[in-house]
């Protein structure tokens, strides 16, 4: 993996930051969070960051998930929070990328990518203009 670009590792770039508590469940053998549980850190930081952006509401439409791409920048322990970072990456016709650096004791230990399509009772619809509005709102900070 090559290494970020500068932007994605400072999390002034991020419109939205929230402290995430880890637990002793989430270290691995060596004494490090595990990769799962660093998933579910930055699905936790992403699900508070969509509630934020109070975008929900949309009768008949439905966010899913269709890509999730996470890099290990450095090792990440307990008790310390992990502070993750999101913002709105690219938008597209008919999905949007959520971008995510997690952060522990001032430093990027993680990045995570998500694509999110929209979909609707016939299947992936393109994006409600007010809605693309509200994504553009909260877009990163290159």
Same mark, same amino acid.
């Given at each position: 993996?090559?290494?970020?670009? &500068?932007? /994605? %590792?400072?999390? +002034?770039? !991020?419109?939205? &930051? $929230?402290?995430?508590?880890? /637990?002793?469940? *989430? @270290?691995?053998?060596?004494?490090?969070?595990?990769?799962?549980?660093?998933?579910? @850190?930055?699905?936790?930081?992403?699900?508070?960051?969509? /509630?934020?952006?109070? @975008?929900? #509401?949309?009768? #008949?439409?439905?966010?899913?998930? +269709?890509?999730?791409? %996470?890099? !290990?920048?450095? $090792?990440?322990?307990?008790? +310390? *929070?992990? $502070? %993750?970072?999101?913002?709105?990456?690219?938008?597209?016709?008919? &999905?949007?990328?959520?971008?995510?650096? #997690?952060?522990?004791?001032?430093?990027?230990?993680?990045?995570? *990518?998500?694509? %999110?399509?929209? &979909? +609707?009772?016939?299947?992936?619809?393109? @994006?409600?203009? *007010?809605?693309?509005?509200?994504?553009?709102?909260?877009?990163?900070? /290159?």
């Amino acid at each position: 993996m090559s290494k970020p670009e &500068s932007w /994605r %590792i400072d999390p +002034a770039s !991020y419109p939205h &930051s $929230e402290p995430i508590q880890t /637990r002793f469940q *989430d @270290l691995d053998v060596l004494g490090h969070i595990n990769n799962v549980a660093m998933a579910a @850190l930055f699905e936790s930081g992403r699900v508070r960051f969509n /509630r934020s952006m109070n @975008l929900a #509401g949309w009768a #008949g439409h439905r966010w899913l998930v +269709a890509k999730v791409e %996470i890099n !290990y920048i450095g $090792e990440s322990f307990f008790p +310390a *929070d992990v $502070e %993750i970072a999101t913002g709105i990456g690219d938008i597209g016709n008919r &999905s949007w990328h959520i971008l995510s650096a #997690g952060f522990q004791k001032g430093e990027c230990v993680a990045t995570c *990518d998500v694509v %999110i399509v929209m &979909s +609707a009772s016939g299947g992936i619809t393109t @994006l409600p203009d *007010d809605f693309r509005a509200g994504l553009e709102a909260h877009k990163v900070r /290159r």
